[in-house]
C-alpha cells in the first residue's frame, strides 16, 4: 500500500470514529439520579424503585440508574449540584413538585433557582399525600379530637416535618396557624428522620408523607391526609376536608426533572422510561407496599400541575413568611 494511500485510509477512519462519537446515542452511560433528602423519605424510595426498572425501559438502551442521596435545606443542595453538572441527561433530579416549589417561594428573590425557568420537567411517576400523624399513645383518634387537646393544653406544640420549606411544612403550617394553636416546628433531612422523631416521642406529632406510615402502624396514628380525595394507597383515611379543615387539598407529584438545555432526545427517551416503568407490574406492586401509587403523568400534564402548585402554595407561603 502506497504511503499516500495509507494517510487517506487513516483519514477516513479517524473521521468515521468522531462521527461516530459526535452521534452517539443517548444514554451512554447510566443514568445519575440525584436525592436532595436522606435514605427512607418518599424521595428516596421513590427514586430507587423507579431507578431498579430503569434499565428495562426499551428507550434507555439498557443503561442502568443509580441514586446518589444529598440532603439539605429541604431538597435544594441537591438540585444545585445537579445545576452544576452538564446538561446532557446523564445526571438527572427527583423531587415532589410540592416541595420543589415551596423551597423555591420561600426564598423569594434570593431563590438559588426557578422551577419554572431553570429546570426541564421530564414527567412523573407517583405523588406524595401528606398526612397529619401522631404517636399512637396520643388519645386523639380524629382532628377534632387532636386540635381540642392541643388547645386545652395551654402548651406550644412541636411538630416535625421532613424539611423547613418542604411541601409538608406548608401544610403544617397552614393547619396550625388556621386553628389558632402555639406551634414549633422542627425540620429535619428527610421524612424517615421525622418519623423516627415521632416514634421515639421527641416531638408531638408530624405532618408527612402517607409512606412513611407504611411498617410503622403500630407506633404512628395518622389522623387526616391532604389531598382532594382520599389516598388510594390508604382509602380508609379521612381527608381533612372531610373532617372541616379547609385549604389542604393538593398532593405533589413525584417527577424526574433536568436542567435546562438538555437535548430533546432526552426528554423523548426519559419520558418514555417514565411510562413503561410506571406500568411495570413489580414497580407498582414495590409503592404500594410503601403506601405510594404508580402511575404515569407525561411532561405536559406535569407542567400544568406545577403551575397550579404555583398558584396554590403561593398565598400559603406569603402567609408563612408573614408570621414568622
Known amino acids: 500500500m502506497s504511503i499516500r494511500k495509507s494517510i487517506v485510509l487513516s483519514a477516513a477512519a479517524a473521521l468515521t470514529l468522531t462521527s461516530g462519537a459526535a452521534l452517539a446515542a443517548y444514554p451512554e452511560k447510566p443514568i445519575k439520579i440525584m ?6 423519605g418518599g424521595t428516596d424510595t421513590t427514586s430507587r424503585g423507579f431507578a431498579s426498572y430503569m434499565h428495562e425501559a426499551e428507550s434507555m438502551g439498557g443503561q442502568p440508574a443509580y441514586i446518589v442521596n444529598l440532603p439539605g435545606a429541604s431538597g435544594q443542595k441537591a438540585a444545585k449540584q445537579v445545576l452544576k453538572e452538564k446538561a446532557d ?21 434570593d431563590a438559588p433557582y426557578s422551577v419554572r425557568n431553570d429546570w426541564v420537567n421530564l414527567g412523573c411517576m407517583s405523588q406524595l399525600v401528606t398526612s ?29 416535618t421532613s424539611g423547613a420549606t418542604t411541601m409538608h411544612s406548608g401544610i403544617g403550617h397552614l393547619f396550625f396557624d388556621t386553628y389558632g394553636i402555639p406551634h414549633k416546628k ?20 408530624v405532618f408527612g408523607g402517607n409512606n412513611t406510615i407504611a411498617g410503622f402502624e403500630d407506633t404512628i396514628r395518622p389522623l387526616a391526609t391532604a389531598g382532594a380525595g382520599r389516598d388510594t394507597t390508604m382509602k380508609d383515611l379521612p381527608t381533612f376536608a372531610e373532617q372541616g ?18 437535548p430533546e432526545e432526552v426528554k423523548t427517551k426519559v419520558g418514555a422510561a417514565i ?15 410503601n403506601n405510594l401509587a404508580a402511575f404515569e403523568t407525561d411532561a405536559k400534564a406535569a407542567v400544568a400541575a406545577q403551575n397550579v402548585m404555583y398558584k396554590t402554595m403561593g398565598p400559603v407561603v406569603a402567609k408563612i413568611l408573614a408570621s414568622q
Open 35 to 40: 436525592v436532595g433528602f436522606s435514605a427512607g
Open 89 to 109: 441527561g446523564h445526571t438527572l433530579y427527583m423531587i415532589n413538585i410540592g416541595t420543589f416549589i415551596v423551597g423555591e417561594l420561600a426564598k423569594g428573590k
Open 132 to 160: 397529619l400523624q401522631v404517636h399512637t399513645s396520643n388519645p386523639a383518634k380524629n382532628m377534632a379530637e387532636f386540635i381540642a387537646a392541643a388547645k386545652a393544653s395551654g402548651k406550644t406544640h412541636t411538630w416535625g
Open 186 to 205: 422542627v425540620p429535619f433531612k428527610g421524612g424517615s428522620k421525622a418519623r423516627a422523631a415521632l416514634v421515639s416521642q421527641s416531638v408531638e406529632s
Open 245 to 262: 379543615m379547609e385549604g389542604a387539598d393538593f398532593t405533589g407529584l413525584f417527577c424526574l426533572f433536568a436542567p435546562k438545555g438538555v
Open 275 to 289: 411510562k413503561h416503568i410506571a406500568g411495570i407490574k413489580g414497580f407498582k406492586k414495590f409503592m404500594k407496599k
